[in-house]
């Protein structure tokens, strides 16, 4: 038998070490589990709802609303509703330790967010800023237990049991009427924004849905309509360049339309 080295086992050794202490790191980052999807969905009704990783659904409105476990979740964004009857919308899950916004682009649906912690005992809100008159959807997590206990195979929304009665308002989804036309916004390299219809400037329009086709030519500024003392809905962001096409619903009253700093435009929508 031939003897080895005492530098060349003292160098075997080390080498030993070294794989062995690679296979425990990577054994330990496979054991780590991924956090559960707590998805903010739109339902093909128009109604908001948090679907959990199990494929419960919550939509409960009231606090403290439906429970589950406190722990870190991985916060995503979706719609079941058809891209050509969707509205833009915003995204909003707030409460203790929890700020999270987010858009939906049709070609990121679902799109994850950002992992957030759930901490115990709280009650969170899920709404969307942009359409306020969706009911929101309250939930509170419980004491103690872990948010892995909602993983499941369902990565999203899913027909599974329900937790709550849907009382929002069918603004969006199947049986909605069909955009009433399209609307052409541009902001110039100037920074002038202008709103028009068949060529002509926008003064006022029927209240229903429009699509909005904004060509944005500038890198600083973007382009936003709103009713008067209410949130702004914007359509680019300053740093856009592009086209870019949303569907809005108009409701009756006056409203305003404006780049991010420039003069802002008014018009009538009536019933």
Sequence with gaps: MTAIPVLDRVRLVIVLVGVLALAGSLDVQDSRAAPPPLTLNINVNGSLEVVLGNGTHVRTSSAPGAVIPPGPYLAIVASDVPDTQDIYHMFHLFGPGVNVSSELLPCENPAPVNT????????????????????????????????????????????????????????????????????????????????????????????????????????????????????????????????????????????????????????????
């Design 116 to 271: 957030v912690m759930l901490q115990p005992s709280s009650t969170y809100v899920y709404e969307d800023s942009r359409h306020p008159d969706l009911t929101h959807v309250v939930f509170s997590t419980s004491s103690g237990g872990s948010s892995a206990d909602t993983a499941g195979s369902a990565g999203g929304p899913s027909t599974a049991k329900s937790t709550g009665s849907v009382g929002n308002s069918s603004v969006v989804g199947s049986g909605i009427r069909k955009p009433l036309g399209t609307l052409i916004a541009t902001i110039d390299s100037a920074g002038h924004a202008t709103l028009s219809r068949n060529g002509k400037g926008v003064t006022a329009l029927k209240a229903g849905r429009y699509k909005i086709t904004v060509d944005d030519r500038t890198p600083k500024l973007g382009f936003a309509i709103e009713r008067p003392h209410r949130a702004s809905v914007v359509l680019t962001g300053a740093t856009f360049v592009g086209k870019h096409t949303v569907t809005v619903t108009l409701s009756v009253g006056g409203w305003l339309f404006y780049s991010s700093t420039g003069a802002k435009h008014d018009f009538e929508v009536v019933a």
